[in-house]
């Protein structure tokens, strides 16, 4: 972890800190120009391009302030709450600017957490002024950018690891498209709801995508975790009592598992169609635990959004280490990541893979 001792370094990286700007719309952009020269800024047109470019952003690309002109149809408040759910965003500033009073509006832009709403024409001293102190005291990814600034860069994959991921994945997806036919069969066969199971999760750089599995559980899993994960989380440790929220959740002779659910997870055949997840760049076959949003948005601090700097995988450095023992704990697994994102290379990655295989054979059901 790097730590900043010098005080005039810090002073220094924090006059030097310029917050990313997007702004959505066309109405209103020029009235802006003055304002907006503090900032670097993405200039989308529509709505759509803007869910496009936060689609694409990192945690050091996202944008810290979000404007956005209300549209007539009102799409714009949908964009507001996945800008809210997403931890990438959750924390950025978000204001909205309209062209006609409506006390409705301004209600529902207040009710979705928006930080101000304006009404056309514009006092943009008063703006500048209330953009300042939103940074100065509401933005909290600062000071995740200032340990990332000067520890590492953006994670990219190297093109050798790149093009050996796609060369895996495509031998593996055509050696194993027959197995995949079975157990998509067996899982129709044996439950009702769809093979595929896909959720939201926050890989490299808290790039959010759809994380592909074969489904192993009832269709109504997902309501039953919250009450799950107080009685039964692996990660307690036997300390079911704490008082800070665990960051990893894994449960115990899950009883939302099926029968065939529970065949295909102790042999890891539900991770297969990450495959796929691997050819679109979404992931890698080596990396870091793609995480579940609930998940990630406990991992923003400085002391493990490292773990977010590597690659997103398959398997990791954690599951061949002590997957599925129970006396792993929460810190340890986040351990392994961040020295996983700081330390990562193709011998590593090597050794990873030859020990994937024997850690399949588990005799403890994760």
């Not at 802006?32 to 689609?55: A, N, P, R, T």
């Not at 800008?83 to 301004?106: C, D, Q, Y």
């Not at 490299?204 to 592909?212: A, E, L, Q």
Request: with cysteine; hydrophobic share 45%; charged share 25%.
């Amino acid at each position: 972890m790097f730590h900043m001792n010098n005080f005039n370094v810090e002073v220094a990286n924090r006059r030097a800190f310029i917050p990313n700007l997007a702004y959505s719309g066309r109405s209103f952009y020029n009235e802006f120009y003055g304002l907006l020269s503090d900032f670097d800024v993405d200039h989308l047109s529509s709505i759509q391009e803007l869910k496009e470019h936060l689609g694409n952003c990192s945690i050091i690309t996202s944008p810290e302030v979000i404007i956005m002109e209300v549209d007539d149809d009102k799409e714009i408040f949908h964009l507001v709450q996945e800008i809210r759910a997403n931890p990438l965003t959750s924390g950025a500033i978000v204001i909205l600017l309209a062209e006609v009073h409506n006390s409705g509006l301004k209600s529902r832009a207040l009710k979705e957490k928006v930080n101000d709403f304006y009404i056309y024409p514009f006092d943009i001293n008063e703006i500048s002024e209330r953009l300042k102190f939103l940074i100065k005291f509401k933005l909290i990814k600062p000071d995740v950018k200032k340990l990332i600034s000067n520890t590492v860069k953006e994670y990219r994959i190297p093109l050798g690891k790149r093009l050996f991921d796609i060369f895996f994945a495509t031998i593996a997806i055509l050696l194993l498209s027959p197995l995949f036919i079975v157990i998509a069969l067996l899982i129709k066969l044996g439950s009702r709801g769809p093979v595929i199971y896909k959720s939201k999760r926050a890989g490299t750089g808290y790039r959010i995508f759809d994380f592909y599995k074969f489904r192993s559980m009832v269709v109504d899993a997902d309501t039953k975790l919250k009450e799950l994960s107080a009685t039964a989380n692996q990660y307690a440790a036997g300390d079911l009592k704490q008082k800070e929220p665990l960051a990893f959740i894994k449960i115990k002779n899950d009883p939302r598992i099926t029968k065939v659910g529970n065949f295909i997870r102790n042999t890891s055949i539900d991770e297969l169609p990450q495959l796929f997840n691997v050819l679109k760049g979404d992931m890698s076959i080596v990396g870091n635990r793609p995480l579940p949003l609930y998940e990630a948005e406990l991992l923003t601090s400085n002391l493990w959004a490292m773990r977010f700097l590597g690659p997103a995988g398959i398997t990791g450095l954690w599951q061949v280490s002590k997957r599925g023992k129970s006396e792993m704990s929460d810190e340890e697994r986040k351990e392994l990541d961040n020295f996983y994102a700081k330390n990562s290379s193709f011998f590593i990655d090597m050794k990873i893979i030859l020990k994937t295989v024997p850690a399949l054979l588990q005799k403890e059901a994760v």
